[in-house]
């Protein structure tokens, strides 16, 4: 019998975690069906770091003796060039293999990764006395722009497995994409907000970092902060101001071209919904 891989690459800060945990919380279920989320319940819900250097043993035994196995890791969305290992190991064990990758437009990308620096290494930097490696909002969204790569990386992965299919979709449509690979089994895709890796509001963000480049607060209670912030994720956020979202699409325009051109994905912001006014009043009508 043939073996069936789904593989979710990332991107990052594009519902990863929520689809790991759905998968995670799923687990029994999935094995009832005949499909492997091998995972030990501990530490990240994802399941595949590292896999683009795994071997056909690595491979067989994460199939275990199902015939369809679900492998996610946000972070092997820029590893395609590094998984020739894992595409022998595929050919040896004739695994045929569904690469997805979720996407959302950048401005939110960089929102959620502003947040995410944040809430890893605030304590670092606190000690540094400077958050961000001294990078305001802006500088730290062009470094981002500079750092990313979206379609580079998704190529890599389409030339280490040129014979896998390879779908490329919204942060929306996770549960779309995913749902027919997961056919016959019964999963429940509620999660808790708070398993789902929620961001920080950026404009906490901003005032945490002012906080600790003034330098006139103490550690502690910039830590209290932080973790103050960490309960207020869903309120209205001033920081994600429309000019700023303009602002880091402008800066992003050359990786949407690049996808809209070689992948036919449009990932450009959604323009905002106008309505329409009403028509005006004659002269004298009451």
């Not at 590292?50 to 492998?71: C, K, Y």
């Not at 590094?82 to 996407?103: D, K, S």
């Not at 470094?143 to 919204?170: D, E, H, I, K, V």
């Not at 950026?202 to 003034?214: L, M, N, V």
Request: charged share 20%; hydrophobic share 40%; net charge positive.
């Amino acid at each position: 019998m043939t073996r069936n891989l789904l593989l979710h690459i990332g991107m990052h800060k594009c519902g990863s975690t929520y689809l790991q945990q759905v998968l995670l919380r799923n687990q029994a279920r999935l094995e009832a069906a005949g499909i492997a989320y091998p995972h030990n319940g501990v530490g990240h819900p994802g399941n595949a770091e590292g896999i683009e250097s795994a071997n056909s043993g690595r491979l067989a035994a994460l199939f275990g003796p199902h015939d369809r196995l679900v492998l996610s890791y946000e972070d092997l969305i820029s590893q395609g060039a590094a998984a020739q290992p894992f595409a022998r190991a595929v050919t040896t064990l004739g695994v045929e293999v569904e690469i997805v990758a979720f996407i959302r437009p950048f401005s939110e990308i960089v929102f959620g990764d502003y947040s995410q620096v944040m809430k890893q290494h605030f304590r670092t930097f606190i000690a540094a006395g400077a958050a961000y490696g001294g990078k305001n909002f802006e500088r730290f969204a062009v470094a981002r722009s500079r750092q990313m790569n979206p379609r580079g990386w998704l190529r890599a992965w389409r030339r280490a497995l040129p014979a896998a299919r390879f779908t490329l979709a919204s942060h929306r449509a996770i549960r779309g994409t995913v749902e027919p690979f997961l056919a016959e089994a019964e999963i429940n895709w509620e999660v808790p907000r708070h398993l789902t890796n929620p961001s920080l509001r950026t404009e906490d963000c901003d005032r945490i970092a002012a906080t600790i480049t003034a330098g006139d607060v103490p550690g502690r209670r910039i830590v209290e902060r932080v973790k103050e912030a960490l309960h207020a994720p869903s309120t209205p956020d001033a920081g994600r101001t429309p000019e700023r979202q303009a602002w880091i699409e402008a800066v992003f325009e050359h990786h949407n071209t690049a996808l809209l051109k070689e992948f036919g994905y449009d990932n450009r912001l959604p323009a905002p919904a106008i309505s329409a006014l009403p028509e005006p009043m004659a002269e004298g009508a009451a």
